[in-house]
Structure formats: C-alpha cells, structure tokens
C-alpha cells in the first residue's frame, strides 16, 4: 500500500512511499517503509534494511528492501492505494526478523 510516510528527521515532513503492512494496534494499521534504494550492498550493508526481492509493487521491476527497524503507525483513512500482495514466504521472513529485532 502506499501512504505518507514522515522522514525520522522531522516528522512536519515527509512523502508518499510504498509500506508493507504487517499488523495492526486498534484502529491503526502497522506498516514498515519499502525502498529501491540498496542498503546492502558489498560496500555498505545495514542491518535495519532486508532485500524482498521484486515485484508489482514497483513499476520499474526494481529490487526492493524493507526498513525492518521503524515500524509505522497508519491510520486507515490515510491509505492512498494498495499496491501488491508480498508472497507469503517473504512476509514471513520480514516479520521473523522484524520479531528478532524486538
């Protein structure tokens, strides 16, 4: 799904981006930020990020990551559109290491 998405610097600003829902608390919906830019590549790798691979969630077919370290809070009615259904396998990895991180 797609929403806005604050920037951990300064949550007055942000964009809308890609997330990957993997819960909810009450009427919240939790999400975790999806990106094309690599942040484990062989010059710089980082722990809070982890490759999902590709798919119809980016029209340009490029390989995705998820920040597995900052889990968003969105409230339903600030959906923009959804986007794509992760595989099953890949969800489960996400959210085993998400769960590792806690």
Do not use: C
């Not at 929403?3 to 819960?23: A, C, I, Q």
């Not at 930020?33 to 691979?53: Q, V």
Request: no cysteine; proline share 5%.
């Amino acid at each position: 799904m797609w929403t806005w998405v604050p920037f951990e610097e300064d949550y007055s600003k942000g964009k809308d981006r890609p997330v990957l829902l993997v819960g909810r608390d009450g009427d919240d919906l939790l999400a975790l930020m999806l990106t094309s830019k690599d942040h484990n590549n062989p010059a710089h790798h980082d722990e809070r990020y982890m490759d999902i691979g590709t798919g119809p969630w980016d029209r340009q077919g490029r390989p995705s990551e998820v920040n597995v370290d900052r889990v968003i809070r969105v409230q339903a009615e600030n959906v923009r559109r959804e986007g794509a259904t992760l595989d099953r396998r890949r969800f489960d990895d996400v959210v085993g290491r998400l769960n590792s991180r806690r």
